[in-house]
């Protein structure tokens, strides 16, 4: 092709893909109504959403399940707030009849005791198992698939692996503490911590306290004693493992059995996607400053909690500094504009790593910055809506103006609703088609949207 040829063509190209940028996204809305509103106002979490924002569970007046807008199950005295698996198909809450408790599973209820620890229900993440605690006498038992453990004077929270094979937890008897792994009894100590299981579920680690001294025990190995440590952090391919450990008054980040720099406070590290690179806060004096591979970045007043992160493709960091009074974002290492508050847990990154964004305060107005560029000011945000689609082309969040909630997809703002549900949370079924729970006279709506160019 002749050099003119090809000028010719990189122009176009270049015209067609600017065009393309400003063409107005449209977004082709249904709704379907779910349920009517009906919950009683003083129950700590009357509404649940399903992770895949296509069933809700309300708690009605009278202590009974509505589910999908109608009666679920029988009336009890009382129930505790119902939890989803992670596919949403099933559901699982406490109930409590003639001063017996027991656990209401896919609407079948199990065997009456004295006492349910309502908050340590869970299911396992592949959603086909359930596990939680409850009180014989003055015994607790684990419940794992309908079957009765060993009796133990206390039970922590039942641990799944991630591959749902596995399970442990913490028990105490007659003074001393231990875990319990797949039904068998690992070694007593005077204190444990909460088991953690790696991401390939092959190994299992937690802290243990004996005569004074903390150390990690990892598949049953009693690692170097400390006068303190923290919860285990495995890296995403289950190679490394690390914690924060105390001596003599000092915190430091334990990498690989390796002690790293000591400070006066660590938070706990993090690792990023491919597992070999870690960051963590550090504290000295009254500065904080976040460390990387053991290499300081720059001093501040504070660094926000959760706020440490690293891009999916673990080549990118990003946290929230405070300086001053003022709050700021910094992105690999530079520093953004100063604002009065920055919601907390942001920044976030695209799935492709390349956008940043997060919510912002302006006087009393919020605004999502989006690498460095502030949208339209809004008289609310709802933080945890913040999102990106799934190609990284659009930022995505629930926005209130005027007593009306409305989804804005990449600035463009949605239907307007009394609420949005779930916190604001948009759940996606592909790139394009998205789904969130919304209120609007009296009822609940399933809304659908498929955006289009």
Not at 25 to 44: D, G, H, K
Not at 278 to 304: C, M
């Amino acid at each position: 092709m002749p050099q003119n040829g090809i000028l010719i063509f990189l122009l176009i190209f270049i015209v067609l893909s600017l065009l393309a940028q400003d063409m107005p996204i449209m977004r082709i809305v249904s709704e379907r109504i779910l349920a009517a509103v009906n919950y009683t106002s003083w129950f700590p979490d009357p509404l649940k959403a399903s992770p895949d924002n296509k069933r809700l569970i309300q708690v009605g007046y009278k202590q009974y399940i509505i589910l999908d807008g109608k009666p679920y199950g029988k009336l009890y005295d009382s129930i505790s707030t119902p939890i989803f698996s992670p596919d949403g198909k099933r559901m699982a809450y406490a109930a409590e009849s003639n001063n017996k408790q027991f656990v209401v599973i896919d609407g079948i209820e199990g065997k009456r005791y004295e006492s349910i620890k309502e908050d340590a229900i869970v299911f396992s993440p592949n959603s086909q198992r359930e596990a939680y605690p409850a009180k014989i006498g003055s015994k607790w038992v684990m419940i794992v698939d309908g079957k009765e453990g060993y009796q133990y004077d206390g039970l922590g929270i039942p641990i799944f692996s991630p591959d749902s094979s596995r399970i442990a937890y913490a028990a105490e008897s007659s003074g001393r503490q231990l875990v319990v792994i797949d039904g068998k009894e690992e070694t007593y100590f005077d204190k444990v911590g909460t088991p953690i299981f790696s991401p390939d579920s092959k190994r299992i680690a937690y802290a243990a306290n004996l005569n004074d001294k903390w150390f990690m025990v990892v598949n049953g190995k009693m690692q170097k004693a400390y006068d303190g440590v923290g919860a285990p952090v495995f890296s995403p391919d289950s190679k490394r493992l690390a914690y924060i450990a105390q001596q003599n008054g000092k915190q430091f980040i334990v990498l690989g059995g390796k002690a790293g720099d000591p400070y006066d406070a660590v938070s706990t590290p993090i690792f990023n996607s491919t597992g070999d690179h870690i960051a963590y806060i550090a504290q000295l004096f009254r500065s904080q400053f976040v460390v990387i591979d053991e290499k300081k970045e720059n001093t501040y007043d504070a660094i926000g909690e959760g706020s440490l992160k690293f891009s999916p493709d673990g080549k990118r960091l990003a946290y929230l500094a405070l300086v001053g009074d003022r709050w700021m974002a910094v992105i690999d290492g530079r520093g953004g504009k100063l604002y009065d508050a920055i919601s907390e847990g942001h920044p976030i990154f695209s799935p492709d790593s390349k956008r940043t964004a997060y919510v912002s305060q302006v006087g009393d107005r919020m605004t999502v910055v989006l690498n460095d560029s502030e949208g339209k000011h809004y008289d609310d945000i709802a933080e945890d809506s913040l999102t990106f689609d799934p190609d990284s082309r659009y930022v995505i969040y629930a926005a209130s103006s005027g007593n009306k909630w409305f989804i804005v997809v990449g600035g463009k703002e949605g239907r307007k609703y009394s609420d949005i549900l779930a916190n604001g949370k948009v759940v996606f079924e592909s790139s394009n088609n998205f789904r969130y729970l919304a209120e609007r006279n009296g009822f609940i709506y399933v809304v659908e949207e498929k955006i289009a160019r």
